[in-house]
């Protein structure tokens, strides 16, 4: 089953609809697609965030106030209900609704960091790997060093480049577990702070280096390129985390092994 197959599956998937044969094939492929993984943990979020209650919203006291005068107004006497009543209402019912889409809307594309669990992950393995004195297998500051270390541990070959010209210099890598699968963590720092890059296969289409949500104090940027997706994490300010992503992120020529 590939990537292609498993996309009309997830929705039935999230609900609990597929027969169990089609369960097996699912998950065995979501097992060793990442980019699968992540599109089902966002349509999950997606139909979790719809069942709650703060996306559930009262009518305005006012639009109550003047639907119940009108209903009252025919208790016991002839409806006086006219195109002009109609319309006004039908005005005021779609409004609503379009201000409650809107705040849908809102709040889904405003998730808590709660909610994201790729994301939510890549900062735990960061603090994991500053807490436990682990963030190094391979200590080095040369690419050339680095780079080979990783043979024969991964199923692919990361970029690695040293960006110490851009005040981003590299002082090693480590192997990491994120998404269900083993990926490339290359360490940098800049002063004192420590930025971590994530780096495993994935079928996205390229984009630029993007901020992600900011999760307990520490800013994200994620991007794709030539079949790969990096994440980077540090506690380093929003803007010098940007540069150092888009730095990385020129002229790479990468790819699955």
């Not at 597929?18 to 139909?47: D, F, M, Y």
């Not at 541990?153 to 110490?164: E, G, I, R, T």
């Not at 079928?203 to 280096?209: C, N, V």
Request: one cysteine or more; charged letters at 20%.
């Amino acid at each position: 089953m590939n990537c292609e197959q498993v996309k009309p599956l997830m929705g039935p998937y999230a609900d609990g609809e597929l027969e169990a044969a089609a369960i097996l094939e699912l998950e065995r492929h979501l097992q060793g697609c990442p980019a699968c993984v992540l599109a089902s943990r966002n349509l999950r979020n997606l139909k979790k965030a719809l069942k709650q209650d703060a996306l559930y919203f009262s009518a305005p006291a006012e639009l109550s106030r003047r639907v119940k005068a009108e209903l009252r107004s025919q208790v016991g006497g002839r409806p006086r209900w006219s195109f002009r009543n109609w319309n006004w209402l039908t005005t005021a019912t779609t409004g609503f609704a379009a201000v409650c889409l809107a705040l849908l809307l809102t709040v889904t594309l405003t998730r808590p960091p709660s909610e994201q669990p790729l994301a939510r992950e890549i900062v735990s393995s960061h603090i994991r790997s500053l807490m436990a004195s682990h963030a190094l297998d391979v200590v080095s500051t040369d690419q050339h060093t680095v780079k080979p270390w990783f043979n024969g541990k991964l199923d692919f070959s990361p970029p690695v480049k040293n960006l110490a010209g851009q005040d981003f210099p590299l002082i090693g890598g480590r192997l990491d577990y994120l998404g269900g699968r083993d990926v490339a963590a290359l360490v940098f720092q800049r002063h004192k702070h420590v930025i971590n890059l994530f780096i495993w296969p994935a079928k996205d289409a390229d984009s630029m280096p993007t901020p992600a949500t900011s999760i307990q104090g520490y800013n994200l940027v994620h991007w794709s390129k030539a079949e790969m997706t990096f994440w980077a994490v540090s506690d380093l300010n929003g803007k010098e985390l940007m540069e150092f992503a888009q730095d990385f992120a020129k002229d790479e020529t990468v790819g699955p092994k």
